[in-house]
Structure formats: structure tokens, C-alpha cells
């Protein structure tokens, strides 16, 4: 009899994990609380078009998509883009896409620019990161305080607020590292990944793979409690779509939310376990999609490093994806909080006065009447807290209950969360599931 397996999420981590079990003859079972695949990757339509709920695009070194996109036949629908970018300090709109771009930042002095370049440059080189080092101080003592003090600090307090100062030196190395993958051998030009058609494209993909080969991925159907039974787990479900209790005993379960939400399904759960994973942190986030009449600028990506400014990006999407698909242009603003900061909570009119207004402060010839459109997506568990020393609270995929485990963005390390590493992640759990239960019944 083939094993069966739950899954819980049908994000890129649990659907990637179910793939690569199916494929490998298990019966699995995805639990998916929302309407959608896709998780953070989820769409929505526009003019008849699908466009990610959240930015998204990937690198050239993101291997793990690329191939999966290959083996789903998916090959020709990634198209690769050559953007701009800026950084927004100070009242002025800084171009900041080549080298030559950093040598005129003049919001740095000149001495300070060469040593900011060869920071990010340096990374790239850098094999293992020292992990008892915070970000902060590893910018001040390798490009200066002032690298630190006028760039670095203000985008790490606009990601991680109060806990700024606390983030690991591993973390921002690996953000210079992954960026500077997509310039190969030429930095002044840098290469950005994007499916037509959204990502949602892949994961539907993956969905319809799953299900053509007997696997279930059961929409609208929230695992509420994670019970271990003498056969294995139970899944208990909330949903109008699904029984109560749906798929009877499974073999084994991975579970591919935030850790949190683990300790509130599984009231089972291995109390030292329980208490590592209640140790990591995450940010909520707030993003917003515009749809306007014109661009804002001509750069894709623009960086905020001003804490007037209630977002720490611009994204202008259509920059990557003609304005056509859309029949309008598209800007998201995306902004990191605690989730109990008041904010989080606030009405979607409340935000789009804030941002609208924010806005107009990078971009003064703005019109109110040029954006068409304004949606708002929350994300509770956006990203993850990487403090000095993280590494530590690590939890491991193999929970010490037997037959669960964990894979979640948390865990994405020392890389950040991404959908190429989130793909990574799936595929090792369904590894380690697979190897488990060839070990359960006697096999090589």
C-alpha cells in the first residue's frame, strides 16, 4: 500500500513537497485553507489578466524554479528583464542600477560610495558568513558608519522596526549575495525573472500535476488540529467545502505554515520543539497594488530609505511586464510591521490615504485622478526575524514526533525566504518523508 501523506499549505513549499511525493507513487493529501494555491504566490484578475497579490520576480541563480518550471513544461512562459532601479533619501530620487549610478550618489561622500560598492562586491565572495555578527556592525567596520548610518540603518529599521539593530550580519550578506548573482560577469546590468501569466501559472501546474496522478489538494479547507494516533496523524478541518475530519489516518504529515500556527494546530506537540519554534519572530506586511494611467518613473524598483515614507519600496511591475497585459500600469508599495502595530489593522481607506500620500511626496507631479485602482493584501507571516545567532533557534524539519514535520519559510537558512528556496525546502522535506517511509517498510 503507497504511503499517504497530508500536506498542510498549498504555497511553493507544500505543493513542491507534493509533487515530488506523487511522483514517487504517495498518496497525498494537500489542505489549503484559502480559495487559491500559491500561498504568498497567489493572483488576482485584471481587464482579464492574473497579476500576483504580492511583487514578485526571481534571479538567474534560482535553479530550483527554473527547473521545475522545465519539467512542468513551463519553460517558455518565463520571460527575463534587464530593470532600473533607485533609491529614494533625503527629498531625491537617486538612479541606482550600475556602478557608475553608485559613483554619483552623492548622499554619500564620494570616499564612502567606493566603499559602499566594494562591500556589496566583497559578499559575493564570502563563503561562510560569521554568524555572531550583526548586520549593522559588519556595514560600519567593512564600508564606514556612514554607509551604515545614512543607507543601512534606515532599510533595516523600515524591514524590521524595533528589531533592527538585532539582525544578523547573515542575513544582509546573503541579500548582497543573491543580487549580485544576477549580474554574471557584466555588473553594470543585472537580469530580473517573471512568469506571464503570474506565478500563479506554476502552481496551478503543480496542482494539476498533483491531482492528474490521484493526489488531493483540497481548497477552502483549513487544518484546525494536527492529532497523532496509534496508525499515525489525523487531520480535523474547518470549512464549509470539506468534512470535519477529512482522509482518515495518514502515515505522515508535513506542515508548511509559519511555526506559530504549528503550536496552535498540534496541541500535541514535543514541548521542547514547541518552545524552539515559539522563539522566531515575523514581521506582518502590507502590500498594495495601484493601478495607474502612467508610470511613476522610469525604474522598476525603487528603495526608500526614509521613515516619513509608510513603505520601503516601489515596484513598478509594468517596467517587466508591458502595461498592455493589464490594460493599466502597476506599482506595488510594500511595507514590513509588527502585527500588532496599530497600522496593521487599520481600514484599507486609512492606508491608501497613508500611502497615496507618500506617494506624492517621492513623486510630486502625481495626480490623484492618475491611479485608477488600489487593492490591499495582508500578510501576517511575511518574514521571518533573522536576529544574531538564529541559527540556534533553527528548527529542524524532522519534528521529534514521529511523522511530522515542518517546512516553512522560517527555515529558509542561511538564503531569505523566496520561492526558489521555499521549492528547495519541499523537496528535502518530501525527501526526508520518502526516505522515512522506505526505512518503515525495510527498503533501500
Known amino acids: 500500500m503507497n504511503p499517504k501523506i497530508a500536506i498542510i499549505g498549498a504555497g511553493a513549499c507544500g505543493l513542491s513537497a507534493a509533487y515530488e511525493l506523487v511522483k514517487n507513487g504517495c498518496d497525498v493529501t494537500v489542505f489549503e485553507e484559502s480559495e487559491q494555491v500559491g500561498g504568498l504566490s497567489a493572483a488576482h484578475e485584471i481587464n482579464g489578466a492574473l497579476l500576483d497579490n504580492i511583487y514578485h520576480h526571481i534571479f538567474t541563480s534560482d535553479a530550483y524554479v527554473t527547473r521545475l518550471a522545465e519539467e512542468l513544461g513551463l519553460e517558455k512562459h518565463l520571460q527575463w528583464k534587464e530593470p532600473r532601479d533607485a533609491f529614494y533619501v533625503n527629498n531625491t530620487l537617486y538612479p541606482f542600477t550600475s556602478p557608475a549610478d553608485l559613483l554619483k550618489f552623492s548622499h554619500l561622500p564620494f570616499f564612502h560610495r567606493v566603499t559602499m560598492g566594494l562591500l556589496v562586491l566583497r559578499a559575493r565572495f564570502i563563503k561562510d558568513m560569521p554568524e555572531e555578527q550583526y548586520a549593522g556592525e559588519w556595514v560600519a567596520k567593512l564600508a564606514g558608519k556612514p554607509v551604515y548610518e545614512k543607507v543601512w540603518k534606515p532599510l533595516l529599521e523600515s524591514k524590521f522596526d524595533a528589531d533592527a539593530a538585532e539582525i544578523s550580519a547573515v542575513w544582509l550578506w546573503n541579500k548582497f549575495k543573491l543580487r549580485g548573482s544576477t549580474r554574471g560577469k557584466d555588473i553594470s546590468k543585472e537580469l530580473l525573472g517573471y512568469m506571464d ?6 502552481y496551478e501546474a503543480l496542482r494539476g500535476y498533483i491531482t492528474a496522478r490521484g493526489g488531493k489538494v483540497l481548497l477552502g479547507a483549513k487544518a484546525r488540529k494536527l492529532s497523532k494516533t496509534p496508525g499515525g ?4 478541518c474547518a470549512g464549509s467545502n470539506h468534512a470535519a475530519t477529512a482522509g482518515g489516518v495518514f ?20 514541548e521542547d520543539y514547541r518552545g524552539k519554534i515559539s522563539q522566531i519572530k515575523y514581521k506582518a506586511n502590507l502590500c498594495a497594488v495601484l493601478y495607474l494611467k502612467k508610470p511613476l518613473s522610469r525604474f522598476y524598483w525603487t528603495t526608500v530609505a526614509d521613515r516619513e515614507i509608510p513603505f520601503v519600496a516601489v515596484i513598478e511591475h509594468t517596467h517587466i511586464v508591458p502595461p498592455a497585459a493589464y490594460g493599466s500600469h502597476v506599482a506595488y508599495l510594500t511595507r514590513y510591521l509588527d502585527a500588532a502595530d496599530p497600522l496593521y489593522g487599520a481600514s484599507d481607506g486609512e492606508i491608501r490615504e497613508l500611502f497615496t500620500r507618500g506617494l506624492i511626496k517621492i513623486y510630486p507631479e502625481l ?15 511575511a518574514q521571518p526575524v533573522i536576529v544574531k545567532g538564529y541559527h540556534k533557534t533553527l528548527p529542524d524539519t524532522r519534528t521529534p514526533d514521529k511523522g511530522l514535520y515542518l517546512a516553512s519559510m522560517a527555515q529558509i537558512y542561511p538564503e531569505d525566504r523566496g520561492q526558489n528556496y521555499a521549492i528547495r525546502e519541499g523537496i528535502n522535506a518530501a525527501k526526508l518523508i520518502l526516505a522515512a517511509q522506505c526505512t518503515k517498510k525495510g527498503l533501500d
Open 367 to 381: 495626480n490623484l485622478s492618475d491611479i485608477t485602482g488600489f487593492r490591499l493584501f495582508r500578510s501576517r507571516y
Open 251 to 270: 502515515d505522515a504529515a508535513l506542515f508548511t505554515a509559519a511555526p506559530a500556527l504549528l503550536n496552535e494546530t498540534c496541541p500535541g506537540l514535543n
Open 233 to 236: 496523524w489525523e487531520i480535523a
Open 197 to 202: 501569466g503570474s506565478f500563479s501559472r506554476l
